[in-house]
């Protein structure tokens, strides 16, 4: 029954297939009818009646009318949402509200998520993104065998309300029909309690047949050693030898691709990256042997993209899907039928193709470093630390970078803190090479570097062992989706991390 039901999905995922490439091929005109579907919708919503969405008649008026936000903009009418006043933001009743991961010190935010935004946006890109793995293995199994997301968990605010991790609210959510595919259950998947949820996955699901694994590499790691220690196992094969997907989204995967080939030594386990947020399901990876996640267009949200060298202009332009071009950094803006509209999200993208329209994320508009002028990017670092990591047969954890400011008798520079898992043999060849590698990838760093004139060479610095998880447990941003930032432009992260 169960082999019946995969071949039954399997042909209905076809077709699906056939609607992906069919919307891939001209976004433009889903896009169009998307905007206007929701700016009908939501035009008697308080904010929709202050920017008279039912009076706009074309793409100019509406970015004449309605401006570029950002989330403190709307943060007081979402607080008020969250309280219970409603057609605020959205005529919709908004039961859920998504809660940003956030960094390790960074605060958290809340995305209001209507039913209607929940189904035809999330959830239906979740089965896309089944339709994506189908299309590349027709044996993957995932209506047969067993799916585990790393997901975070839900808290009840009252009145019918819930805050959450999207992938908790996509856990809570999910049909029946694929309910029933998925482990642990669903009390232990939405546990708040980390430890307690890994522990129950080591000792219950290390039994069960897993086909995909999805969730934040930090804390999939984290999961991969205990079940070795657990097991005794040489790898996650050996305990999962039917594993053909790791869904990965959130951080640069490049730094960790290294060390998860070891972990999944099997060609048979694919590496696919999502672009799934609180705001929103944006991309997927739909081949595996290529750069860039596919854009999806088709499900509730309308793209807009500033370029990044104009994010900082009072009247920065503004650029429609069909407008952009490969290789130009934008910052991402969405409009969507859940109460964001112009909404800037922070994520800074660029496109490897536009036909089709694919994208890999770059950075964030708060994670970069331009103290001095270098302009550099988390995928410039990501990129470095995984060349160089490779050439020194390195293993790392995660790291984070920040200024060395400069004073009267010293150039300033950039400081690595690095938690290695494997260490190189010589940290100061590694940091050496390191700064070699950002220079060629980032011409405005090496611009700066050149005959050390404005920048010294960078610095690594070695962190101890758990480091990391204890500034995360000490900040209450221990697992789930909580990612550590990257890049700051102070020095407040590294300071706490070397204090840890």
Same mark, same amino acid.
């Given at each position: 029954m169960v082999l019946l039901m995969d071949s039954i999905l399997k042909a209905y995922f076809r077709y699906r297939q056939q609607r992906i490439e069919q919307v891939v091929s001209d976004p433009g005109k889903y896009q169009k009818k998307l905007l206007w579907s929701i700016l009908h919708s939501q035009q008697d919503s308080e904010y929709g009646k202050k920017?008279?969405?039912?009076?706009?008649?074309?793409?100019?008026?509406?970015?004449?009318?309605?401006?570029l936000v950002r989330y403190e903009q709307i943060s007081n009418d979402i607080q008020l949402m969250m309280d219970g006043k409603e057609n605020l933001l959205v005529v919709d009743k908004v039961e859920w509200f998504a809660k940003s991961s956030g960094t390790t010190t960074g605060?958290?935010?809340f995305i209001p998520v209507t039913k209607k935004y929940l189904i035809d946006g999330h959830l239906k890109c979740t089965w896309n993104a089944a339709s994506v793995i189908y299309n590349e293995d027709p044996s993957a199994r995932l209506f047969a065998d067993k799916n585990l997301i790393?997901?975070?968990?839900?808290?009840?605010?009252?009145?019918?309300?819930?805050?959450?991790?999207?992938?908790?609210?996509?856990?809570? &959510?999910?049909?029946?029909?694929?309910?029933?595919?998925?482990?642990?259950?669903?009390?232990?998947?939405?546990?708040?309690?980390?430890?307690?949820? !890994?522990?129950?996955?080591?000792?219950?699901?290390?039994?069960?047949? !897993?086909?995909?694994?999805?969730?934040?590499?930090?804390?999939?790691?984290?999961?991969f050693k205990t079940i070795l220690e657990h097991t005794g196992a040489q790898d996650i094969c050996e305990v999962w030898p039917g594993l053909r997907s790791y869904l990965h989204g959130?951080?640069?995967?490049?730094?960790?691709?290294?060390?998860?080939?070891?972990?999944?030594?099997?060609?048979?386990?694919?590496?696919?990256?999502?672009?799934?947020?609180?705001?929103?399901?944006?991309?997927?990876?739909?081949?595996?042997?290529?750069?860039?996640?596919?854009?999806?267009?088709?499900?509730?949200?309308?793209?807009?993209?500033?370029?990044?060298?104009d994010y900082l202009s009072k009247e920065p332009s503004v650029l429609r899907v069909e407008e952009v071009i490969v290789s130009v950094p934008y910052v991402m803006v969405i409009t969507n039928s859940s109460g964001l509209y112009r909404y800037v999200i922070g994520d800074v993208v660029e496109f490897v193709s536009t036909r089709p329209y694919k994208v890999r994320v770059i950075g964030r508009t708060e994670q970069y470093i331009n103290v001095f002028g270098e302009e550099v990017m988390v995928a410039n670092t990501d990129q470095a630390i995984a060349q160089v990591s490779k050439k020194h047969q390195a293993q790392i954890n995660d790291y984070t970078v920040a200024p060395v400011f400069m004073d009267k008798s010293t150039k300033g520079g950039h400081e690595w803190a690095i938690e290695f898992i494997k260490q190189p043999t010589s940290i100061e060849a590694f940091a050496e090479d390191l700064d070699r590698t950002l220079r060629s990838i980032n011409s405005d760093y090496d611009a700066k570097r050149?005959?050390?004139?404005?920048?010294?060479?960078?610095?690594?610095?070695?962190?101890?062992?758990?480091?990391?998880?204890?500034?995360?447990?000490?900040? &209450?941003?221990f697992g789930g989706q909580n990612k550590f930032p990257r890049l700051s432009n102070d020095r407040k992260i590294l300071e706490a991390l070397l204090q840890s």
């Open positions: 920017y008279d969405f039912g009076k706009l008649a074309s793409y100019a008026d509406f970015c004449s009318a309605v401006p605060r958290s935010k790393m997901g975070g968990s839900l808290k009840d605010i009252g009145g019918g309300r819930t805050v959450g991790d999207i992938s908790a609210i996509l856990l809570k &959510n999910f049909p029946k029909i694929g309910r029933r595919f998925s482990t642990p259950q669903i009390e232990v998947a939405l546990d708040d309690d980390w430890d307690r949820k !890994i522990e129950y996955i080591v000792r219950h699901c290390t039994k069960e047949r !897993i086909t995909l694994l999805g969730g934040v590499p930090t804390w999939t790691l984290v999961l959130g951080v640069g995967f490049g730094p960790y691709k290294k060390i998860f080939r070891t972990y999944l030594p099997s060609e048979k386990v694919v590496f696919r990256e999502v672009y799934n947020s609180s705001e929103g399901y944006f991309a997927i990876q739909d081949r595996k042997d290529e750069e860039g996640m596919v854009l999806l267009c088709d499900h509730q949200i309308f793209y807009e993209f500033i370029p990044f060298s050149y005959n050390d004139l404005a920048l010294k060479p960078l610095i690594v610095t070695a962190l101890r062992s758990g480091t990391l998880e204890r500034l995360q447990r000490q900040s &209450n941003k």
